[in-house]
């Protein structure tokens, strides 16, 4: 069975600073890759999918994350920073063969003023 | 488009009372639908995956009479919480499975089930 690691599990920040989330999987064939959000108070929401094609992959509120496959990652970033971007951040991944999803242990971001 | 509802966002039930919760999708049509649990700042950890028309495959550890799942149409998964308990207070969220592609999942607001 799949696993997905995070291993940042809380990252405070200063507004303006760059962002990287750590995510790695294990799982040796063909991976779907996802990065959600969740807002204080709010559903998840979907920032970024990686299906197949370029491995670096733009996703919604100036997002990206690139799949590894060497090295089984798919690292979210993001330039700089905004207070709104508080929130906690899930990695997950599914098979080729099924849609079921397997969520990371979560990254909770805290950006300051 | 793709909107998943749930209904209750938020419920208060007693010891060994059953409280029903529903996924709706409201603008597509899910031949799949998957419950989560989430417990107060951790993961979600899947519960089953309920396909319209059959039953619902549940994960390891997850008591399938406890927690009751019915998908009876394209657009409605219910997961009933039987004889709850206090350890059964969490947040339950429902994602739909995408029409254009089945690997993708779109998310429902969550239930927020205490049970006192």
């Known amino acids: 069975a799949q696993s997905v690691s995070q291993h940042n599990h809380h990252v405070i920040l200063s507004e303006a600073a760059s962002l990287e989330l750590g995510c790695n999987y294990s799982?040796?064939?063909?991976?779907?890759l996802f990065w959600y959000v969740q807002y204080p108070g709010q559903h998840l929401q979907l920032l970024l999918k990686y299906f197949s094609g370029d491995p670096l992959v733009k996703g919604i509120k100036g997002f990206e994350a690139e799949f590894i496959k060497s090295k089984f990652s798919f690292n979210l970033r993001k330039p700089s920073v905004q207070w709104s971007d508080t929130a906690e951040y899930f990695c997950?991944?599914?098979?080729?063969?099924?849609?079921?999803?397997?969520f990371g242990t979560g990254t909770r971001l805290q950006v300051t003023l | 488009g793709a909107v998943v509802s749930q209904h209750p966002s938020r419920v208060i039930c007693k010891s060994g009372t059953s409280v029903k919760i529903e996924c709706r999708s409201l603008d597509f049509q899910a031949t799949t639908m998957f419950w989560y649990r989430q417990f107060p700042k951790q993961s979600l950890m899947l519960m089953a995956t309920s396909n319209e028309g059959s039953k619902a495959t549940y994960e390891q550890g997850v008591e399938k009479d406890k927690f009751l799942i019915n998908h009876a149409s394209l657009t409605l998964s219910t997961l009933t919480v039987t004889s709850a308990h206090p350890e059964d207070s969490s947040f339950y969220i429902c994602?739909?499975?995408?029409?254009?592609?089945?690997?993708?999942?779109?998310f429902g607001p969550g239930t927020r089930l205490t049970v006192t």
């Open positions: 799982y040796g064939g063909t991976v779907n």
């Open positions: 994602s739909a499975g995408g029409q254009e592609n089945r690997y993708e999942q779109y």
């Open positions: 997950a991944v599914n098979t080729g063969t099924a849609s079921k999803l397997t």
